[in-house]
């Protein structure tokens, strides 16, 4: 898994970050692209503002569990699904920090610290972890295009490591939802009520 992580997880994160880049800088010019998946997200903090603790950290587990299972199988395709998908959120996590700020007028940084950083860690960790497992995927099958042969043992060694990767995937992200609906609102809620006042 660690391998995966060292090999492939350096390009996800830097597609990430490019990404939240893009979003933060290039906000208002990328919003009509972004809109829908902030909408996405936030149609799923209303459905769940009602709910219980344990239903609102499972309703987001369950959902960033589905983005991390597709971005691993999305590697069939050569590895495009993968990593357009990290590049994506790592574009709306800097849209919505522009936004946050914006609404707020609290510093970016601060925001980032208490809005995003306490989950994202786990969360951003898991992202990475599947999109490098979904790139290895992506490179193997073209590899088994051109070479036609000699790829058998990289294909058992990705079936072996496919176990221990949505294992690890599952685990950060548990924790990931349990700050977030747990942790993340009140530091949020502090460091917005504290520049109100």
Avoid: C
Wanted: proline content about 3%.
């Amino acid at each position: 898994m660690f391998t995966l992580l060292r090999r492939y997880g350096g390009v996800s994160l830097l597609f990430f970050v490019v990404g939240a880049l893009l979003g933060a800088v290039f906000a208002n010019q990328l919003q009509h692209i972004l809109l829908p998946f902030i909408k996405d997200i936030r149609n799923i903090g209303v459905t769940i503002k009602r709910e219980p603790l344990w239903e609102e950290a499972l309703t987001i587990f369950v959902h960033n569990l589905g983005t991390s299972l597709l971005m691993m199988a999305g590697g069939l395709l050569f590895g495009v699904i993968p990593l357009a998908s990290v590049t994506l959120n790592g574009a709306v996590v800097g849209y919505v920090l522009v936004l946050l700020t914006q609404e707020t007028h609290v510093n970016p940084f601060l925001l980032f610290a208490a809005g995003i950083l306490p989950h994202g860690l786990f969360e951003v960790s898991a992202y990475l972890l599947a999109s490098g497992f979904g790139m290895e995927v992506g490179v193997t099958v073209a590899r088994s295009i051109i070479r036609r042969s000699g790829t058998r043992e990289q294909w058992r060694m990705l079936g072996q490591d496919a176990g221990k990767t949505v294992l690890w995937v599952t685990l950060l992200l548990f924790v990931a939802a349990w700050i977030e609906t747990g942790v993340t609102p009140h530091l949020l809620a502090m460091v917005v009520g504290r520049h109100g006042a």
